[in-house]
Protein backbone atom coordinates (compact mmCIF):
# COMPACT_ATOMS: atom_id res chain seq x y z
CA UNK A 1 0.00 0.00 0.00
CA UNK A 2 2.66 2.64 0.57
CA UNK A 3 4.76 1.62 -2.00
CA UNK A 4 1.50 2.13 -4.38
CA UNK A 5 1.33 5.77 -2.84
CA UNK A 6 4.80 6.76 -3.30
CA UNK A 7 4.44 5.22 -7.19
CA UNK A 8 1.78 7.87 -7.60
CA UNK A 9 3.43 10.89 -5.86
CA UNK A 10 6.59 9.79 -8.10
CA UNK A 11 4.76 10.12 -11.45
CA UNK A 12 2.62 13.17 -10.24
CA UNK A 13 5.86 14.89 -9.65
CA UNK A 14 7.06 13.82 -13.55
CA UNK A 15 4.38 15.04 -14.62
CA UNK A 16 4.55 18.27 -13.05
CA UNK A 17 7.56 19.00 -14.58
CA UNK A 18 6.39 17.84 -18.07
CA UNK A 19 4.12 21.18 -17.44
CA UNK A 20 6.50 23.78 -16.64
CA UNK A 21 8.99 22.11 -19.43
CA UNK A 22 6.18 22.54 -22.12
CA UNK A 23 4.83 25.89 -21.06
CA UNK A 24 8.65 26.91 -21.18
CA UNK A 25 8.72 26.39 -25.27
CA UNK A 26 5.52 27.51 -25.81
CA UNK A 27 6.63 30.66 -23.94
CA UNK A 28 9.67 30.83 -26.48
CA UNK A 29 7.75 29.95 -29.50
CA UNK A 30 5.19 33.47 -28.66
CA UNK A 31 7.81 35.72 -27.70
CA UNK A 32 11.10 35.78 -30.25
CA UNK A 33 13.24 37.95 -27.58
CA UNK A 34 11.97 35.66 -24.64
CA UNK A 35 15.72 34.44 -24.51
CA UNK A 36 16.88 37.87 -23.73
CA UNK A 37 18.95 38.33 -20.88
CA UNK A 38 15.98 40.92 -19.83
CA UNK A 39 13.45 37.57 -20.19
CA UNK A 40 15.56 34.91 -18.19
CA UNK A 41 13.68 36.10 -15.02
CA UNK A 42 12.00 32.60 -14.24
CA UNK A 43 7.74 33.16 -13.50
CA UNK A 44 8.54 31.94 -10.52
CA UNK A 45 10.55 34.78 -9.62
CA UNK A 46 8.71 37.67 -8.24
CA UNK A 47 8.64 41.15 -11.26
CA UNK A 48 9.47 44.27 -9.73
CA UNK A 49 5.88 44.79 -10.60
CA UNK A 50 5.30 42.22 -8.03
CA UNK A 51 7.22 43.97 -5.59
CA UNK A 52 5.58 46.33 -2.63
CA UNK A 53 5.74 49.92 -3.20
CA UNK A 54 8.11 52.08 -1.36
CA UNK A 55 6.93 53.68 1.25
CA UNK A 56 6.34 56.97 1.03
CA UNK A 57 8.83 59.35 3.61
CA UNK A 58 6.84 61.68 5.36
CA UNK A 59 6.78 65.28 3.94
CA UNK A 60 9.50 67.34 5.50
CA UNK A 61 7.75 70.02 7.75
CA UNK A 62 9.07 73.82 6.66
CA UNK A 63 10.75 75.77 8.90
CA UNK A 64 9.72 78.17 10.85
CA UNK A 65 10.88 81.61 9.70
CA UNK A 66 13.21 83.16 11.86
CA UNK A 67 11.86 85.61 13.60
CA UNK A 68 13.44 89.08 12.47
CA UNK A 69 15.92 90.75 14.95
CA UNK A 70 14.41 93.68 16.85
CA UNK A 71 16.97 96.34 16.50
CA UNK A 72 19.50 97.27 19.40
CA UNK A 73 18.66 100.19 21.17
CA UNK A 74 21.34 103.07 20.73
CA UNK A 75 23.16 103.15 24.13
CA UNK A 76 23.33 106.76 25.35
CA UNK A 77 27.06 108.58 25.69
CA UNK A 78 28.75 108.26 28.53
CA UNK A 79 28.77 111.56 30.03
CA UNK A 80 32.89 112.78 29.66
CA UNK A 81 34.30 112.57 32.92
CA UNK A 82 35.40 116.11 34.26
CA UNK A 83 39.41 115.90 35.10
CA UNK A 84 40.60 115.84 38.07
CA UNK A 85 42.35 119.02 38.80
CA UNK A 86 46.17 118.53 39.29
CA UNK A 87 46.94 118.86 42.91
CA UNK A 88 49.18 122.10 43.44
CA UNK A 89 52.77 121.67 44.84
CA UNK A 90 53.33 122.46 48.50
CA UNK A 91 55.73 125.56 48.36
CA UNK A 92 58.71 124.00 49.82
CA UNK A 93 59.89 126.11 52.82
CA UNK A 94 62.60 128.31 52.53
CA UNK A 95 65.53 128.48 54.64
CA UNK A 96 66.13 131.00 57.11
CA UNK A 97 68.69 133.43 56.20
CA UNK A 98 72.03 133.67 58.11
CA UNK A 99 73.73 136.04 56.08
CA UNK A 100 72.90 139.65 56.05
CA UNK A 101 70.35 140.97 53.43
CA UNK A 102 71.50 142.58 50.46
CA UNK A 103 71.73 146.45 49.87
CA UNK A 104 68.86 148.24 49.06
CA UNK A 105 71.34 150.48 46.88
CA UNK A 106 69.34 154.01 48.03
CA UNK A 107 69.97 156.43 50.45
CA UNK A 108 67.50 157.63 52.50
CA UNK A 109 67.65 161.31 53.42
CA UNK A 110 67.63 162.15 57.43
CA UNK A 111 67.77 165.81 58.88
CA UNK A 112 70.42 166.28 61.75
CA UNK A 113 67.81 168.69 63.52
CA UNK A 114 66.13 169.25 65.69
CA UNK A 115 68.06 166.59 68.38
CA UNK A 116 71.32 166.66 66.98
CA UNK A 117 72.35 170.31 66.28
CA UNK A 118 75.87 169.65 66.76
CA UNK A 119 75.43 165.79 65.27
CA UNK A 120 76.22 165.96 61.03
CA UNK A 121 78.49 162.92 61.09
CA UNK A 122 76.27 160.21 63.04
CA UNK A 123 73.53 161.90 61.30
CA UNK A 124 75.38 160.76 57.86
CA UNK A 125 76.43 157.35 59.09
CA UNK A 126 73.16 156.60 59.97
CA UNK A 127 72.19 157.22 56.09
CA UNK A 128 75.00 155.32 55.24
CA UNK A 129 74.02 151.93 57.01
CA UNK A 130 70.55 152.62 55.80
CA UNK A 131 72.21 152.44 52.07
CA UNK A 132 73.93 148.99 53.29
CA UNK A 133 70.94 147.23 53.99
CA UNK A 134 70.68 148.56 57.91
CA UNK A 135 68.06 151.15 58.47
CA UNK A 136 68.81 153.11 62.27
CA UNK A 137 67.70 156.04 63.80
CA UNK A 138 70.88 158.63 64.48
CA UNK A 139 70.01 158.83 68.03
CA UNK A 140 70.24 155.36 68.87
CA UNK A 141 73.75 155.68 67.15
CA UNK A 142 74.79 158.57 69.11
CA UNK A 143 73.48 156.98 72.49
CA UNK A 144 74.29 153.71 71.74
CA UNK A 145 77.47 153.08 69.56
CA UNK A 146 79.37 156.49 68.96
CA UNK A 147 82.51 156.92 71.05
CA UNK A 148 81.89 160.31 73.06
CA UNK A 149 83.88 162.59 75.41
CA UNK A 150 82.81 165.65 77.01
CA UNK A 151 85.20 168.55 78.49
CA UNK A 152 86.01 168.37 81.88
CA UNK A 153 87.63 171.51 83.96
CA UNK A 154 90.92 171.78 85.90
CA UNK A 155 91.37 173.28 89.24
CA UNK A 156 93.40 175.91 86.99
CA UNK A 157 90.18 176.56 84.77
CA UNK A 158 91.72 174.74 81.88
CA UNK A 159 89.05 172.81 79.72
CA UNK A 160 90.22 169.49 78.97
CA UNK A 161 88.82 167.46 76.00
CA UNK A 162 89.29 164.49 73.82
CA UNK A 163 90.88 164.11 70.61
CA UNK A 164 87.98 164.22 67.51
CA UNK A 165 90.42 161.12 65.74
CA UNK A 166 89.54 159.21 68.30
CA UNK A 167 86.19 160.15 70.11
CA UNK A 168 83.24 162.70 69.73
CA UNK A 169 83.79 166.02 71.46
CA UNK A 170 81.02 167.70 73.66
CA UNK A 171 77.44 166.58 73.43
CA UNK A 172 76.22 166.77 69.63
CA UNK A 173 72.56 167.53 71.03
CA UNK A 174 73.59 171.14 72.49
CA UNK A 175 74.30 174.26 70.13
CA UNK A 176 77.12 175.71 72.19
CA UNK A 177 78.42 172.53 73.49
CA UNK A 178 79.19 170.28 70.78
CA UNK A 179 81.54 169.71 68.41
CA UNK A 180 82.80 166.88 65.80
CA UNK A 181 84.47 164.15 65.12
CA UNK A 182 86.67 162.59 62.18
CA UNK A 183 86.52 159.38 60.36
CA UNK A 184 88.34 156.40 63.58
CA UNK A 185 84.82 156.99 66.22
CA UNK A 186 82.78 156.66 62.66
CA UNK A 187 84.04 153.72 61.66
CA UNK A 188 84.43 152.34 65.07
CA UNK A 189 80.71 153.36 65.30
CA UNK A 190 79.42 151.70 62.44
CA UNK A 191 81.39 148.40 62.99
CA UNK A 192 79.99 147.78 66.17
CA UNK A 193 76.63 148.30 64.62
CA UNK A 194 76.91 146.06 62.08
CA UNK A 195 78.81 143.48 64.18
CA UNK A 196 75.66 143.19 66.54
CA UNK A 197 73.35 143.00 63.55
CA UNK A 198 74.83 140.15 62.67
CA UNK A 199 76.69 141.31 59.40
CA UNK A 200 79.57 140.49 57.48
CA UNK A 201 79.39 144.29 56.11
CA UNK A 202 82.34 146.39 57.41
CA UNK A 203 83.02 150.57 57.45
CA UNK A 204 86.23 151.67 56.20
CA UNK A 205 88.18 154.77 55.88
CA UNK A 206 89.21 155.84 52.47
CA UNK A 207 90.71 159.06 53.61
CA UNK A 208 93.77 160.24 51.17
CA UNK A 209 91.86 159.14 47.99
CA UNK A 210 92.00 160.75 44.65
CA UNK A 211 89.34 162.58 42.29
CA UNK A 212 89.12 159.46 40.07
CA UNK A 213 88.96 157.35 42.87
CA UNK A 214 85.91 159.19 44.59
CA UNK A 215 84.41 158.82 40.87
CA UNK A 216 84.81 155.56 40.77
CA UNK A 217 83.06 154.23 44.12
CA UNK A 218 80.33 156.95 42.44
CA UNK A 219 80.25 155.30 39.36
CA UNK A 220 80.19 151.67 41.23
CA UNK A 221 76.97 153.05 43.48
CA UNK A 222 79.18 152.96 46.72
CA UNK A 223 78.01 156.19 48.72
CA UNK A 224 80.78 158.45 50.76
CA UNK A 225 80.81 160.25 54.12
CA UNK A 226 83.06 163.00 53.52
CA UNK A 227 84.33 165.92 55.24
CA UNK A 228 83.70 169.43 54.13
CA UNK A 229 82.63 172.65 55.48
CA UNK A 230 79.47 174.72 55.89
CA UNK A 231 78.19 176.15 52.49
CA UNK A 232 81.47 175.47 50.78
CA UNK A 233 83.71 177.72 51.93
CA UNK A 234 87.54 178.17 52.99
CA UNK A 235 88.11 176.25 56.29
CA UNK A 236 88.15 178.59 59.52
CA UNK A 237 89.42 178.25 63.25
CA UNK A 238 87.43 179.11 66.06
CA UNK A 239 88.75 181.33 68.66
CA UNK A 240 87.84 178.19 71.02
CA UNK A 241 90.42 175.64 72.55
CA UNK A 242 91.38 172.80 74.73
CA UNK A 243 93.76 170.44 76.13
CA UNK A 244 94.01 167.16 74.75
CA UNK A 245 96.86 166.93 77.51
CA UNK A 246 98.21 168.97 80.01
CA UNK A 247 100.82 170.00 77.16
CA UNK A 248 98.79 169.44 74.04
CA UNK A 249 96.47 172.52 72.70
CA UNK A 250 93.99 171.66 70.14
CA UNK A 251 92.27 174.62 67.56
CA UNK A 252 89.45 173.44 66.15
CA UNK A 253 87.66 174.55 63.03
CA UNK A 254 84.28 176.94 63.32
CA UNK A 255 83.33 175.44 60.06
CA UNK A 256 83.21 171.76 59.81
CA UNK A 257 80.52 169.89 58.46
CA UNK A 258 79.80 166.09 57.08
CA UNK A 259 77.73 164.61 54.02
CA UNK A 260 76.96 161.80 52.48
CA UNK A 261 78.15 162.23 48.53
CA UNK A 262 75.79 160.00 46.19
CA UNK A 263 76.43 160.25 42.97
CA UNK A 264 78.53 162.43 40.10
CA UNK A 265 77.19 163.93 36.48
CA UNK A 266 77.60 167.13 34.78
CA UNK A 267 76.20 168.99 37.46
CA UNK A 268 78.93 168.03 40.25
CA UNK A 269 78.79 165.64 42.73
CA UNK A 270 74.91 164.59 44.66
CA UNK A 271 74.94 165.06 48.21
CA UNK A 272 72.65 163.99 50.89
CA UNK A 273 72.74 167.53 53.60
CA UNK A 274 72.09 166.72 57.07
CA UNK A 275 71.08 170.36 57.06
CA UNK A 276 70.22 171.34 53.71
CA UNK A 277 69.17 168.15 52.24
CA UNK A 278 69.69 167.33 48.74
CA UNK A 279 72.04 169.61 46.72
CA UNK A 280 73.82 169.22 43.80
CA UNK A 281 77.99 170.97 43.77
CA UNK A 282 79.57 172.05 41.27
CA UNK A 283 82.81 169.32 40.85
CA UNK A 284 85.76 172.28 41.44
CA UNK A 285 83.83 173.54 44.73
CA UNK A 286 83.39 170.01 46.25
CA UNK A 287 86.78 168.67 45.35
CA UNK A 288 88.69 171.72 46.22
CA UNK A 289 86.95 172.30 49.96
CA UNK A 290 87.03 168.20 50.16
CA UNK A 291 90.81 168.40 49.66
CA UNK A 292 91.33 171.33 51.87
CA UNK A 293 89.51 169.11 55.09
CA UNK A 294 92.06 166.25 54.33
CA UNK A 295 90.12 164.17 51.59
CA UNK A 296 88.44 162.61 54.63
CA UNK A 297 86.09 159.65 53.78
CA UNK A 298 84.19 156.71 54.98
CA UNK A 299 82.61 153.43 52.93
CA UNK A 300 80.76 150.67 54.10
CA UNK A 301 81.77 147.33 51.58
CA UNK A 302 80.81 144.13 51.71
Not at 91 to 117: C, E, H, I, S, Y
Not at 193 to 207: C, F, P
Amino acid sequence: MFRTARHKLHWYTVGAIGLCLAGGLLLVAITPHALSPAAATPFCTPSASMSSPTPTKPPVSTASPVPTAQPVPTARPVPTARPVPTAQPVPTPQPVPTTPPKPQKAVTLQRQNPQLPNGCEVTSLAMLLGWAGYPVEKMELYQGYLPRQDFIETPEGWKLGGNPEEVYVGDATSELGGWYCFEGPIVEAANAYLQEQGSDWTAEAVSGLSLGQLNQYLKNDVPLVAWVTLDYTAPVASLRYWYLNENTLYSPYANLHCVVVVDYGEEGYLTADPLEGWQWVEESTFWDIFDAMGRRAVIINE
